[in-house]
Structure formats: C-alpha cells, structure tokens
C-alpha cells in the first residue's frame, strides 16, 4: 500500500524559508514522477512544482525563482524548498504521486508577521 507523509510546514514570516519532505513507502519510488500541490481556504488544488523520475522539474509561474523541488531516491523523499515566502504562499500543502495518482495527507504553510 503506498503512503506519502508530508512534514516541515509551519508559520513562517514573510521572508523566511521552509522546506516541505514527503516520505515515500509501498512503492518503487525512483520510477515515479513526483509533485506538490497547495490549496488555501475556499480555493481550488493547484500545482507548485512537479519532478520527473530522470529530475526534471517545473514550476508554477507564482513560486518560480522562489521554489525548488528535489528528491532523493534513495531516501525515497521528494523535497520542496520555499524561500522568499510570501503571505500568499499560506495554504495546505499536499505531496501528490503522479502515477498511480496517490496524495499525503498535507502540511499547512502560513505565512505571517
């Protein structure tokens, strides 16, 4: 059975820096492809960053520059680094693998001073 267990998130002040793990099992982990999304209150899930089995990466336009996703297969551990938080960076954070389509539970980013 595959699980995928968020953890970092937090309350943070804008400016500052998280990063997001998500803990892999139940699965060959190097072969799939990984991504984050977040969601705040009231909105829709959006796509944050997505990485390939080779590391490829993309980003949303609103977190590029800001962002990095990362993982270590060996670890079977897919990373996001945010920094320059933004107060519109504040939501539920869910780890998601692509295919079979899977999500963790999520880790809540706030953003305030």
């Known amino acids: 059975q595959v699980q995928l267990v968020e953890s970092g998130g937090g309350l943070v002040q804008p400016g500052g820096s998280l990063r997001l793990s998500c803990a892999a099992s139940?699965?060959?982990?190097?072969?799939?492809?990984m991504a984050w999304y977040r969601q705040a209150p009231g909105k829709q899930r959006d796509l944050v960053a997505r990485?390939?089995?080779?590391?490829?990466?993309n980003y949303a336009d609103a977190v590029k520059g800001r962002f990095t996703i990362s993982r270590d297969n060996a670890k079977k551990t897919v990373y996001l680094q945010m920094n320059s938080l933004k107060p519109e960076d504040t939501a539920m954070y869910f780890c998601?693998?692509?295919?079979?389509?899977?999500w963790g539970q999520g880790t809540q980013v706030t953003v305030s001073s």
């Open positions: 998601n693998m692509v295919a079979p389509n899977y």
């Open positions: 990485i390939s089995s080779s590391g490829s990466t």
């Open positions: 139940g699965t060959i982990f190097s072969i799939r492809a």
